[in-house]
């Protein structure tokens, strides 16, 4: 779409805007060629009317040509060829009225006065031409950063958007499902640890709904809502697992997402733990260098237990789009299989408070 | 099995949780028809002890370390009453495909374990031995779709062998049994050689003979036998007979 022909309006706007390119080209007639005032005017007027359509076409060889994708002598050459082919046309045109004004005899001997202007108009054609092509690089360079903006505007709603749809994935049901089996067990065998597991499971529960508002927590704040999963699943797996917190104490303070470490955690059960007949271990590792936070969450796990039929890995995805999202090159999130040791390392930037450290 | 009236009925619990196999011990007590004579907690031990105890029900977790439930049915048959036990819906359909009693999702209460106990008895009394279906044959055909097997369950006596099939050299059809090779040994499994083909992904494993599938990354060779028969030669030296219709699989695989 053209800018300017796009609307009569804008053409209207542009169109006047040539009047005083038209009487200030009247004058430098006048002045070189020694033309009376009319025959100037009667001149310059179509002359100029004509001339401001030749430069609205110039917007379509700025768009075939971007000023991105071709180098500046390339990008010189095109335009100034075309300049000098437009205003050589504009000339011929001029003598071409000329010509007519005389045959007419309105303006005895215009032709003869006119040839002298010739520099003047061919000078001026140029100008104009590559005044309106930098007029519409400007505009093209406007354009892309608006589009830009508004691509970064959609990425943004749409990481948001995934944020959002990953908490709500995170409480697996399944995890319920089986604490609420264990709790049921518990109810006539041990009443009181029954009510323990389900004021355990009540606070876990708390505490992940109300993590969802929240763009980012404290460390330390996933990590107690990761003591409250594990306290959960210690009266499950019994002493099935064996937990190894190492986090430097200056890590503890610095924002992570929410709910960005505990379904790494979960997944260490479902996938590592829960398949180990003899049990198994789960290792927590977190320490800023380098202004960026690094974490490892390491499990053993049974190299040859049974495929899974049901579908997983589904956390540890959600993890990965959520710093991507949120960090872009920022991150970086990596999983590792060695043995029977599997483990996921994940970096961020070290912030505290939305500042960086 | 007309003395079901008389004799007890002899159960076992697989769940990788204690706390899920006390829910249904306890659920038993007031059942004194309903003895329990084993109870465990991985897909190995459950082979063993069912091999063993020789059951007629089975309270049986899904996932679970070793072996999953199915793939223990898979090596137990399908003698005896399976109720599943899980907090996963999503295996329901298949557990019905295997002939499952029941399918008890967690948790679940006393009434709903009733009914299951009650079904459980009618297939008990109705049930003649010779409707044994061999359970692989079974599990073979309630594989969900577009996934092939990955390993094989095997067992011998009370022990459980798995062959991930990229070790797998060959099948070779024996009677009833499938003989499996793999490294130089041979474990048998009760399983008409069609079903596992169809269980096997056909990009690597390919029927050559009625009597033989192989794996393809394993075939060095393949000869003119006579007249107008062929030989695969496996990389191991081991001559594979090919059927005339199985040298055109053969040849329109390895043409593409």
Redesign the interface.
């Known amino acids: 779409m053209h800018p300017i022909l796009s609307r009569l309006s804008r053409l209207a706007l542009y169109l006047l805007a040539w009047i005083p390119l038209a009487a200030l080209l009247a004058y430098l007639m006048a002045a070189t060629g020694g033309l009376s005032r009319r025959e100037a005017i009667s001149m310059s007027l179509p002359l100029c009317l004509l001339y401001a359509f030749v430069c609205l076409s110039a917007w379509y060889s700025c768009r075939a040509i971007p000023s991105s994708r071709a180098t500046i002598g390339k990008l010189l050459e095109v335009h100034v060829a075309a300049a000098l082919v437009a205003s050589g046309l504009w000339i011929l045109c001029a003598e071409l009225l000329a010509y007519v004004f005389t045959g007419m005899s309105l303006y005895p001997g215009l032709t003869g006065r006119l040839s002298r202007t010739i520099p003047i108009l061919l000078g001026t054609g140029v100008i104009l031409y590559l005044f309106s092509v930098s007029f519409y690089y400007v505009l093209l360079a406007v354009e892309a950063s608006q589009e830009a903006e508004a691509r970064a505007m959609e990425a943004r709603v749409f990481a948001r958007d995934a944020e959002l749809r990953a908490l709500k994935a995170q409480v697996n049901p399944?995890f319920l499902?089986?604490s609420?089996?264990?709790?049921?067990?518990?109810t006539?065998?041990d009443a009181a640890k029954a009510r323990e597991m389900c004021v355990l499971l009540g606070d876990f529960l708390r505490r992940t709904l109300g993590l969802g508002e929240k763009s980012t927590i404290p460390l330390e704040e996933e990590m107690s809502l990761i003591h409250a999963f594990l306290a959960v699943e210690k009266?499950?797996?019994?002493a099935r697992f064996r937990m190894e917190e190492n986090i430097a104490k200056e890590a503890l303070a610095m924002d992570v997402p929410p709910l960005l470490l505990q379904p790494l955690v979960e997944n260490a059960f479902t996938n590592g733990i829960?398949?180990?007949?003899e049990g198994g271990w789960v290792r927590l590792d977190a320490r800023c260098q380098n202004g960026a936070l690094s974490i490892i969450v390491e499990n053993s796990f049974?190299p040859?237990?049974?495929?899974?039929?049901?579908k997983n890995g589904m956390g540890l995805l959600n993890v990965r789009q959520r710093l991507e999202a949120r960090y872009g090159d920022r991150a970086s999130f990596n999983v590792r299989t060695e043995g029977d040791r599997f483990s996921v390392s994940l970096t961020l930037p070290a912030e505290r408070e939305g500042r960086a450290t | 099995m007309n003395s079901r009236k008389d004799t007890k009925i002899r159960a076992v619990i697989v769940d990788?949780?204690?706390?899920?196999r006390?829910?249904i011990r306890?659920l038993l007590s007031s059942h004194p028809e309903i003895e329990v004579v084993g109870e465990c907690?991985?897909?190995f031990e459950a082979v063993k002890i069912v091999t063993e105890t020789k059951p007629d029900l089975i309270f049986l977790d899904?996932?679970?370390?070793?072996?999953?439930g199915?793939?223990v049915l898979e090596l137990i048959g399908t003698g005896n009453a399976i109720i599943f036990v899980t907090?996963?819906d999503?295996?329901a359909i298949r557990a019905f495909e295997v002939h499952a009693v029941d399918y008890l999702?967690?948790?679940?209460g006393a009434e709903r374990f009733e009914a299951a106990l009650e079904r459980a008895k009618e297939r008990l009394d109705s049930k003649s031995p010779s409707a044994a279906v061999p359970a692989a044959e079974l599990a073979a055909t309630a594989r969900?779709p577009a996934q092939y097997l990955?390993?094989i369950p095997v067992r011998d006596g009370a022990q459980v062998f798995?062959i991930p099939v990229s070790k797998l050299d060959f099948a070779e059809a024996q009677d009833d049994y499938v003989a499996l090779s793999t490294e130089g040994k041979k474990h048998l499994k009760q399983q008409p050689i069609s079903s596992l083909e169809a269980a096997l992904d056909p990009s690597r494993f390919l029927r050559i003979h009625r009597s033989y599938i192989v794996n393809l990354e394993r075939v060095a060779k393949v000869e003119p036998y006579g007249k107008d028969s062929h030989v695969a030669v496996l990389r191991n030296g081991v001559q594979l007979p090919v059927s005339r219709a199985g040298y055109a699989r053969l040849r329109a695989f390895l043409g593409r």
């Open positions: 399944h499902f089986n609420l089996n264990s709790i049921s067990a518990l006539t065998s009266i499950r797996f019994g829960a398949n180990l007949v049974d040859e237990a049974p495929p899974r039929r049901q | 990788d949780e204690e706390l899920a006390q829910v306890e907690a991985n897909g899904i996932q679970m370390p070793k072996l999953d199915f793939e907090a996963y999503s295996y999702l967690k948790p679940f969900p990955e390993r798995i």
